[in-house]
């Protein structure tokens, strides 16, 4: 091989091998908002776990490097079992997202994860030779004649490359995309709508984390050899800042951003001859540039040079519009009919006619305290089957915390929560939502990044794309299922006569508009009591009116609704009974008519 | 025009003409308002009218776009609010209002923050006199007090530098009803009537205006109507088109 | 017995270098809110300096207050550049702390450029020890421990018996009323950059005269024991943090001692997690009283 074809061989490996790691980085922090900058130390589990199994017995070598395993694996083996290796290494850092720390907090802890793990490997010599690395780890092409072997094993990286990028689309694309994104834009949304948000993170981690042991295993085959040096966690910038510079979310983006930033820069400066005395200037000058351009991004294009596809051109992809015109949307006409099928029964509807007399929601005796101060002080109450009920009060009476307690994002201080006869207490918000209790909140939290309609379709509750293994087998098994949630998110937009805004980015709605989207996706998850924390607030007259007409909707096909609200006068139009709470405890219990006439309640409250 | 300084003693803050917001949007356009001494004026309206973002342009706190405001005849049009306070203005913010993890006394140290030590003493007990009930309290912290008293502390550390203007951003937000009352006439009334010039934006129209001497009713960042409050409070138009449901609650 | 009073003494030592840092690290978040990784990387820039200055046989005093003023401008303006415009332009948390992270690599690059990559041996002259109750401390020792005493002890008399200490604390604690309390934040905010800066460089400074070889990473390591610190007292506290390095410091030489000084690091490290996965608001921090909410609810 000449000179310059060795530098080319090298620059498409480095490229290659880059590309994998970035979308999967990408997957984890462009689509899914994880910041994980111990990254790269999965890359480094796939090259050891590669080294390992494919190099032979310790022993065998006299001495001249120590490792564990030795089991001379066949490549194909070993590159899986590199993917598997950090996939379960990419799990267990997921779990760092438990506590659900601020985000930036997430991110310091990741990088001390990587920089405790380069310091721990360079220490125990006996795990994989300490800091002096591997060495003479097996070329995967070895049986290739040498001269052929470097043109040979680019073209391996990049046909590994265009498979992965195949799986990888059914994780970025589509509807798993889409919930990545919700998660990624607000992970208490996600979970209000019954999504398993450390599951998922998990599953991704664990996808990226498989991307990462490919990416390094296929790194490792090529140099030979593999050490602490090779993965300080300043490498994760450099894929970090593939990635901004390409393009937060879009695959083809870091394609774009890898060649610009790793190699290009990181790798290229390397070949260029020393121009000074000093070794250090040329690598450092990579780096600083690298930080440069980071920075620049971050400062005057934060989206990347391709940014993350838009909208609209996702709708086409998600539902096809000619197809949904066909359907005209007759349903708009007649209410009834139509919210029969967007609240379709969640197949116990023979149950919930046996238990026609019995409360949905019973709540025994709630307690709550915020750093000394009551919110919530021993409330009880129940909400009836079939019902709309209001919670009214003063400001500061804790309506909005026992909903949060009853919803399961306020942890109760004592007391209980049952729901369709189950003891909900100790049930997590997002396992609450799934039964059929689902809520809204008081400052809408859209998912600012998708459409309208995404935000409504993301909301259906298990979808076959949701899992991992599902959105695997491809558009022809989530498919059909796809277009009838779109249809029901179609006729939802209807109802709340919406329909125009369907393709509008969630966060560019009007403040009202967004309230009325955060009380959809509340239904889209086919409630069966819905929580609505203050839903007319900030609404006009015009769209309170539109709001309330859809709610006696929706009850007129089964759906509870508890409804936190200040407005008396929707209260009034909608509620068939109403809670009155004052300083933390139930105060009274009636119909809003009956409300009025009585003295204390009008002391209380009404007159304020 | 009638004139909002009928009500009162001398104009001491004067708005003319105010379009401010936020990067490049304005919320509120052309707004004309004064406050003059001795007096209580109101700013009311509908969510969303733009009443906090008036007040933060006044304070400093939003970017104008037009308009001037004047202290005492002086032009403190974009003045940051610091320089406003040194010039005396009090301001009392909504709901976080307070430096929670200090004491009660320390909240009022720093509202003299400006002032000789001497001074500060003497001021801190012109405003026991003016809430007594602190007195007992000087040492609590104030993140653990009760919303009432926690509303004295904050008033109390606004009066430290004895202003002439007093602004209030929705006092009785996150407050017990029974306290609505007591903060809107023990404060900002009482305050008026010892001559300060107070400018109250209230989400409680009604309890507001019978308590203030002029309202500004605010639809859609304009004044939609500047009156005596007895005026907007008994114009039955009033209360269904712009102040809808506030009214009544 | 012995090795442990013996591990405590160096445990001591580590720990005050580390509580200095790590106060400055703590206060600069209690004001800006931003994790500053770049601290690490303002830290190596000291201790190059230092190293430099003291090698040319400058008292370690004079070179104490030189770096650290260097340090703290450099600091302050930092921010003016560069931190607060970059938050003024809407980024996040995740974006403000990758922005640090490319200033931390930039600086670090240009330090070892200007300083050639291998690590120094630095031979100081404070190799004679002094003992007393068991413990043994070298001279280099006893003067970092007295530095931070007295850096601590002024910053305490700054925080609480100052005008501008108090606008300080008011400032960290609710911006807006202490501009309602006439406050000039804007000020205030660089004069706690200036101040953060120089605990910054005194600790750099100090990490030199300890530290017998080290290479210019050292300050993004160290960085992880400095926010250890801060997060094990309550991060934006600066007496937690005083503690908290001392504990820092005490374990790790523990560590270093009973098993093996390769992992000298791997405890700090560790304390870090743990904390971040079981207690992020802290240790000695009582419920109700910390208002920074580290966790998104």
């Not at chain 1, 509807?175 to 990545?180: A, D, N, Q, S, V």
């Not at chain 1, 009850?555 to 009974?577: A, F, K, N, P, W």
């Amino acid at each position: 091989m000449t000179g310059w074809e060795y530098y080319a061989v090298v620059l498409l490996v480095d490229f290659g091998t880059f590309l994998i790691a970035a979308w999967g980085l990408n997957l984890e922090f462009g689509v899914a908002g994880v910041p994980n900058l111990a990254y790269i130390f999965l890359v480094a589990a796939g090259a050891y776990t590669y080294a390992i199994t494919t190099l032979g017995p310790s022993s065998g070598n006299g001495g001249f490097q120590h490792y564990v395993i030795g089991a001379h694996l066949p490549y194909p083996v070993a590159i899986l079992c590199a993917a598997a290796v950090s996939a379960v290494l990419g799990a267990l850092v997921g779990i760092t997202g438990l506590k659900r720390l601020r985000p930036d907090y997430q991110a310091m802890a990741l990088l001390v994860v990587s920089i405790t793990a380069t310091t721990l490997v360079s220490a125990k010599t006996s795990l994989v030779n300490g800091s002096a690395g591997l060495a003479l780890i097996p070329n995967p092409l070895h049986s290739i004649e040498p001269s052929k072997r470097g043109w040979a094993y680019v073209g391996m990286v990049f046909l590994i490359c265009l498979l992965v990028f195949a799986v990888l689309r059914r994780f970025t694309d589509g509807p798993f995309g889409r919930l990545l994104r919700a998660m990624r834009d607000d992970e208490e949304a996600a979970l209000a709508i019954g999504k398993n948000v450390v599951a998922l993170r998990i599953a991704v981690q664990a996808v990226g984390g498989a991307m990462a042991g490919v990416s390094g295993a296929l790194l490792a085959g090529f140099l030979g050899g593999w050490s602490p040096g090779a993965w300080l966690f300043i490498e994760t910038m450099a894929l970090l800042t593939a990635i901004i510079v390409g393009g937060i979310g879009n695959n083809w983006g870091v394609v774009l951003g890898t060649a610009i930033v790793p190699t290009l820069i990181v790798q290229g400066v390397q070949f260029l001859p020393d121009i000074s005395s000093n070794p250090e200037l040329i690598p450092q000058l990579g780096w600083i540039i690298l930080g440069c351009l980071t920075i620049g991004f971050l400062f005057f294009r934060p989206a990347g040079v391709i940014p993350e596809t838009g909208v609209r051109r996702r709708h086409r992809v998600i539902a096809e519009p000619a197809e949904l015109a066909e359907q005209p949307a007759d349903g708009a006409k007649n209410g009834a009919s139509m919210s029969n099928w967007l609240i379709a029964p969640r197949g116990d509807a023979d149950r919930r006619l046996a238990d026609e007399r019995e409360d949905i929601l019973v709540v025994d005796d709630i307690h709550r305290d915020f750093g000394g101060v009551r919110a919530v002080d021993g409330a009880t109450f129940s909400v009836q089957r079939g019902s709309i009920t209001g919670l009214i009060g003063p400001n500061g009476a804790g309506k909005s915390t026992a909903l949060g307690i009853v919803s399961g994002f306020v942890r109760a201080g004592r007391g209980t929560v049952r729901f369709d006869g189950a003891d909900v207490t100790r049930a997590p918000n997002y396992r609450r939502a799934r039964r059929g209790l689902v809520r809204t909140f008081q400052l809408s939290r859209e998912f600012a990044t998708l459409s309208t309609l995404e935000n409504l379709v993301v909301a259906a509750p298990r979808a076959r794309s949701e899992s991992a293994l599902g959105v695997l087998r491809g558009r022809r098994y989530w498919g059909a299922e796809e277009r009838e949630i779109t249809q029901r998110a179609r006729r939802l937009l209807a109802l709340f006569q919406m329909e125009d805004k369907a393709a509008e980015r969630a966060g560019n709605l009007s403040g009202g508009q967004k309230r009325m989207l955060e009380v959809m996706r509340g239904v889209m998850t086919q409630p069966s009591l819905l929580l609505l924390d203050e839903p007319t607030a900030g609404l006009s007259p015009r769209l309170t009116q539109r709001l309330g007409d859809a709610c006696l909707a929706l009850r007129e096909e089964g759906l509870s609704i508890l409804l936190v609200e200040h407005e008396l006068e929707t209260v009034d139009r909608l509620c068939d009974t109403v809670i009155v709470m004052v300083q933390g405890k139930v105060f009274a219990r009636g119909s809003m008519a009956d409300l009025r006439t009585r003295k204390e309640v009008q002391e209380a409250y009404l007159v304020g | 025009m009638a004139d909002a300084s009928e009500s009162g003693g001398k104009t001491a803050l004067e708005v003319e003409g105010l379009t401010a917001g936020y990067g490049d949007i304005e919320i509120v356009h052309g707004i004309d308002l004064s406050v003059s001494e001795g007096s209580l004026v109101s700013v009311v309206g509908p969510n969303g009218a733009g009443k906090s973002t008036l007040l933060k342009a006044i304070l400093g706190l939003v970017k104008v776009f037009d308009g001037s405001i004047r202290l005492d005849g002086h032009d403190v049009t974009r003045f940051p609010l610091e320089q406003l306070v040194r010039r005396g203005i009090g301001y009392v913010p909504q709901v976080d209002d307070v430096f929670e993890t200090l004491r009660v006394h320390e909240n009022l140290e720093m509202g003299g923050y400006l002032l000789d030590k001497p001074t500060r003493a003497r001021r801190i007990e012109e405003v026991l006199e003016f809430f007594p009930v602190l007195a007992e309290h000087m040492r609590r912290y104030v993140g653990t007090m009760s919303g009432g008293e926690r509303k004295m502390v904050a008033v109390g550390r606004a009066l430290m530098t004895s202003p002439r203007v007093v602004i209030f951003d929705e006092p009785t937000a996150g407050l017990a009803p029974t306290l609505v009352q007591s903060v809107l006439e023990d404060q900002a009334r009482a305050l008026a009537d010892r001559g300060k010039a107070v400018l109250l934006v209230e989400q409680r129209a009604h309890a507001a205006l019978q308590l203030s001497d002029w309202a500004y009713v605010l639809v859609q960042g304009r004044v939609a109507r500047s009156a005596r409050a007895a005026d907007v409070l008994s114009d039955p138009e009033m209360g269904e088109v712009f102040l809808g449901g506030a009214v009544k609650s | 017995m012995g090795i442990f009073v013996q591990t405590l003494g160096f445990g001591i030592a580590a720990g005050a270098v580390i509580s200095l840092g790590a106060v400055g690290f703590t206060v600069q978040f209690g004001i800006s809110n931003v994790l500053n990784i770049t601290y690490g990387a303002f830290m190596t820039l000291a201790a190059f300096l230092g190293y430099v200055l003291l090698n040319r046989g400058l008292d370690v005093w004079v070179v104490l207050v030189a770096v650290g003023v260097v340090i703290a401008i450099a600091s302050a303006v930092f921010n003016r550049v560069f931190l607060s415009p970059l938050r003024g332009r809407g980024a996040g948390f995740v974006n403000l702390i990758i922005g640090t992270v490319a200033a931390a690599i930039i600086l670090q690059g240009v330090i070892v450029i200007a300083a050639g990559p291998s690590a120094v041996t630095y031979g100081q002259q404070y190799g004679k020890t002094v003992s007393g109750a068991g413990l043994v401390f070298s001279l280099a020792q006893l003067i970092i421990i007295s530095i931070t005493v007295a850096l601590m002890f002024g910053l305490h008399l700054l925080l609480t018996r100052t005008k501008v200490g108090r606008a300080m604390r008011a400032t960290s604690t609710n911006r807006t009323v202490a501009r309602a309390c006439g406050i000039r934040t804007e000020r205030i905010i660089d004069l706690t950059w200036l101040l953060t800066g120089f605990l910054c460089g005194a600790a750099g400074v100090a990490l030199a005269v300890t530290t017998v070889t080290f290479d210019f990473s050292i300050g993004s390591t160290f960085l992880i024991y400095m926010i250890a610190a801060s997060v094990l007292g309550g991060i934006g506290q600066p007496y937690g943090a005083m503690i908290g390095g001392l504990v820092v410091g005490i374990t790790s030489q523990l560590g270093a001692a009973y098993w093996s000084p390769a992992y000298q690091d791997v405890v700090a490290f560790c304390i870090l997690i743990a904390m971040l996965l079981i207690r992020p608001r802290g240790l000695f921090v009582a419920a109700g009283v910390n208002r920074r909410n580290l966790s998104a609810t």
